[in-house]
């Protein structure tokens, strides 16, 4: 992969399964050229591309790289995540979580908690103004969640 993309003057990047080219292109024909290249090499090891998966980003477009929204240095999360999250506070504050629970079919409220609170979390370390925005409504709706988190997770915490 690294060689196709030094050949084509491009930067190659990786994490776990998910591979991204970036730079340059002339044009979009260059850029299926490429991809249908790294197909070809990734099935000779026996593994393929999910098409679904597979974008041709223009310059100035949308770039989801990992999850995260890329524009250059910038790094984001993609608005429909946040969106998400907001909607889920929304409801979670205007019907409360037995309401809101029942409405999306989550039977354990503890678990859907500690998935909401770990969805903020991971917000805020991406984007921390707007994650601790989301902390602080999550804790206004929820003001004992922190002591009840400390109170679950205090066995799987050694003192040494």
Known sequence: MQNIAAR????????????TFSGEMLDRAAAVKISREV?????????????QKTSI??????KIVTGLSVDGDVVRLPRAYKDAIRQELFYLDKHGIQEH?????????LSYLLR????????????????QRMMHLFLRIFPTFQETERLIFQDFVSDD
């Open 8 to 19: 084509e003057g491009l930067t190659f990047t990786r994490y776990a399964d998910d591979m």
């Open 39 to 51: 197909s070809i090499v990734v099935g000779r090891y026996g593994f393929g591309i999910n098409l």
């Open 57 to 62: 980003a223009k310059n100035g477009g949308r």
């Open 101 to 109: 629970c029942a409405r999306i079919g989550h039977k354990n409220h």
């Open 116 to 131: 909401l609170a770990g969805r903020i979390r991971y917000a805020t370390s991406i984007e921390p103004v707007i994650g």
